[in-house]
């Protein structure tokens, strides 16, 4: 396994950086993580491509209300009831919002020919676990009750998510199978589902490659209210007890990523509670990189990939 040379040059400037001076998110407040990871989107994001609809909408959750972008495909019909994705982005649950995973979402939208609902979930610390999973619920529920009269298919719904998203999806598609509420697909792209970093991708890859032990150390810190919270199932998902009858699943994992181990753990709990599942390693990729199209070519072939998946799952292929 070798390192995407696209992948080495990111490493090598971060390392620059680092030399001269620049902190990392985890050595800022979160605040100033937030306006950071913001402002650092642009070098490594592509031009947002085209939709058919792009809007600010807000959907009541548990404490108030949340914030969410609905998208449309290129091409699409105003009439058309549509398949739907709940995205939910990444970012340790500290940082990211809708507008740093706005052109992941535009992509995956035009890609498969569905729409998205872009979750502005409660970031920790200001909002503890599972202050996160109860808003993403809160939507998905939302969306499977009608989505308030859009045109959204109610019974074409998957959810997807990278990083702590890829989490948060695999706690929402439980969610829904235990209310009776089963969806239809899930796409998890490099999700944490063991707090407690033991494996052994974790000790090889927890230093050089983006994403660093230091670093998941402190997300988990800003996340959780104490330690004991990484042993419940919705904070470490590798712990669910019954996975039979969750929604087919695209586990995506990278190479040189510290959580490749525990993402694959997770898709092998998946076959052995029969579901079915597409389990993909990008083997020269880091953490991170799904949201990197602009110096990353596989980036965008992997959204991609996983658009044509969850389109097959939606059987609208």
């Known amino acids: 396994m070798t390192l995407n040379p696209e992948v080495q040059n990111i490493i090598d400037a971060m390392a620059k950086a680092e030399a001269e001076g620049q902190p990392q998110a ?9 306006q950071f990871y913001l402002d650092t989107r642009g070098a490594v994001t592509p031009e ?31 009439s058309e009831f549509l398949p739907v994705m709940i995205y939910i982005h990444g970012g340790g649950w500290v940082v990211g919002d809708r507008d740093t995973h706005d052109v992941v979402c535009r992509q995956f939208s035009n890609n498969g020919d569905f729409a ?31 989505a308030g009269g859009l045109k959204i298919n109610p019974k074409q ?10 989490t948060i999806s695999t706690v929402c598609a439980k969610l829904a199978l235990d209310q009776n509420t089963p969806i239809v697909f899930q796409a998890l792209i490099y999700p944490a589902t063991d707090m407690h970093i033991k494996t052994e991708s974790q000790k090889n890859f927890g230093e050089g490659y983006l994403l660093t032990t230091e670093a998941q150390n402190w997300y988990h810190a800003q996340y959780l209210s104490s330690e004991l919270e990484k042993d419940d199932w919705r904070a470490s998902p590798i712990l669910i007890d019954d996975l039979s009858g969750m929604p087919p699943a695209y586990v995506a994992t990278a190479g040189y990523d510290p959580l490749v181990d525990e993402g694959k753990a997770y898709a092998e709990r998946l076959v052995e509670a029969g579901v079915p599942v597409t389990y993909k390693c990008y083997k020269g990729m880091i953490h991170g990189f799904i949201t990197m199209g602009k110096v990353i070519n596989e980036a965008n072939f992997a959204i991609a990939e996983i658009a044509e998946y969850a389109k097959d799952a939606f059987g609208c292929s």
């Open 157 to 166: 719904i998957g959810v997807s998510g990278d990083s702590a998203g890829g």
């Open 48 to 78: 947002p491509p085209q939709v058919d609809l792009v809007a600010d909408i807000y959907i009541d959750g548990p404490v108030g209300l949340v914030p969410v972008r609905y998208y449309r495909p290129f091409g699409s019909s105003e």
């Open 26 to 34: 985890h050595q800022m407040s979160p605040k100033e993580a937030r």
């Open 116 to 146: 998205i609902f872009s979750v502005d979930y409660r970031l920790a610390p200001e909002a503890k676990f599972p202050a996160a999973i109860d808003d993403c619920f809160a939507v998905l529920n939302w969306a499977l009750k009608g």
